[in-house]
């Protein structure tokens, strides 16, 4: 049975789209059968991987109402292991759609969907919006776990109580399976004084829900974070993963850690 994971914070310009495209490429080439869903209106994921609104008649918003199948939206990227379902800025529409039509159980209609070709993968990775509206909240109801990007930046943590009360609802009503699989912070700069005082509230607050390199983790260079990396800025021009552009790069080797912590189930 595959793992569901949703990359969800609702604030934007955390991450989440670089976490989702990065952790689904990692671990497709540690030869893991993933697909990666972009449930973001914005459609970043997908145009990350080269593919534009020309390259595809039917995306993640006619699976949701129902006009196509999830498996007839799939795509396959230019990374062995690793599909796609698109996205398409029309996503904005499908929230106002449900409410009008009064969908039956509006919260699950993605979780259904998954359910028809789950079995086909070991990983299913969500990008979700920056917002916790109706498509956040059917990723989450899908999900078995989610990985929080926390940016290594001043008001880090702002809302992130919010996303957590929205978290602890999800699983006591629609989503009793839904765990915090860990917390990741991004745009680390060891130069920060700023990034540094960040991380260390991280530590302080969410040791044991950080991902570790090794078992048994304690000092601070055990545990995983994503650095600013100019690789990980250029690659998405490129239509590739930073894996594919650059596999050397501290952001490559960074989500590369994270991929393997995930296979190996690091954390804290």
């Known amino acids: 049975m595959s793992e569901i994971i949703t990359i969800a914070n609702q604030k934007g310009g955390v991450g989440k789209t670089t976490t989702a495209v990065n952790l689904a490429a990692s671990l497709a080439v540690a030869e893991k059968k993933v697909l990666l869903i972009d449930a973001d209106p914005q459609a970043n994921a997908t145009t990350h991987y080269g593919f534009h609104r020309n390259d595809y008649e039917y995306n993640i918003y006619h699976a949701l109402t129902g006009i196509k199948k999830l498996s007839d939206v799939v795509l396959q990227t230019s990374v062995a292991n690793l599909d796609i379902v698109p996205s398409n800025i029309g996503l904005v529409g499908v929230e106002k759609e449900f409410y009008d039509k009064d969908v039956e159980?509006?919260?699950l209609v993605l979780k259904k969907q998954i359910k028809t070709i789950q079995s086909k993968y070991d990983y299913i990775i969500i990008d979700s919006p920056p917002a916790l509206g109706l498509i956040t909240i059917n990723a989450l109801g899908a999900s078995n776990s989610v990985i929080i990007p926390i940016q290594c930046e001043f008001f880090a943590l702002e809302g992130l109580?919010?996303?957590?009360?929205?978290?602890?609802?999800i699983k006591k009503t629609i989503n009793p399976k839904l765990n915090i699989k860990g917390f990741l912070p991004t745009m680390y700069s060891s130069a920060n004084n700023l990034s540094k005082q960040v991380y260390a509230d991280l530590m302080q607050h969410f040791k044991n829900k950080l991902f570790t390199l090794k078992e048994d983790a304690i000092s601070e260079e055990d545990f995983i974070y994503i650095p600013r990396n100019v690789k990980l800025a250029e690659s998405p021009s490129f239509?590739?993963?930073?894996?594919?552009?650059?596999v050397k790069?501290?952001?490559?080797?960074?989500?590369?850690?994270?991929?393997?912590?995930?296979?190996?189930?690091?954390?804290?």
Not at 239 to 246: E, F, L, Q, T
Not at 250 to 268: D, E, F, K, M, T
């Open 161 to 169: 109580a919010q996303l957590l009360n929205t978290i602890k609802l």
């Open 249 to 268: 790069s501290i952001g490559s080797i960074a989500y590369q850690n994270l991929a393997g912590a995930i296979v190996g189930a690091r954390v804290g």
């Open 239 to 246: 239509g590739k993963p930073v894996i594919m552009y650059d």
């Open 105 to 107: 159980s509006r919260e």
